[in-house]
Nanobody
Framework: VQLQAFGGGLVQAGDSLRLSCAAS???????MSWFLKSPGKERDFVAA????????YYEESVKGRFTISRDNAKNTVYLQMSSLKPEDTAVYYC????????????????WGKGTQVTVSS
């Protein structure tokens, strides 16, 4: 599975941004996740979605602000981010997990290259 994340950029606090992650290869029955990594920190969970899209999971600090969704016909997962805060600044990575949903990095089988999100105050 190859993953390509894009959509990052420089925005101001309060703005919205939508990240996309395009997958290729064997994508059937894969859970998709978004993680972030700030300088000097470990990769932290942001959101995840099951293959069917019926189950979604969010890190507490993004609940109500971020929405994860997927379009299996396009092999793409999205992260709609609203009410962005400076502390959301990080490199965002998408990940794919075979037959499960990856809530921790250990459960992610494939990673895409990250996309930088910078939120200015």
């Amino acid at each position: 599975v190859q993953l390509q994340a894009f959509g990052g950029g420089l925005v101001q606090a309060g703005d919205s941004l939508r990240l996309s992650c395009a997958a290729s290869g064997r994508t059937f029955n894969t859970g998709m996740s978004w993680f972030l990594k700030s300088p000097g920190k470990e990769r932290d969970f942001v959101a995840a979605i099951s293959w069917s899209g019926n189950s979604t999971y969010y890190e507490e600090s993004v609940k109500g602000r971020f929405t994860i969704s997927r379009d299996n016909a396009k092999n793409t997962v999205y992260l709609q981010m609203s009410s962005l805060k400076p502390e959301d600044t990080a490199v965002y990575y998408c990940g794919s997990s075979r037959g499960r949903v990856g809530i921790v990095p250990y459960d992610v089988d494939y990673w895409g290259k990250g996309t930088q999100v910078t939120v200015s105050s």
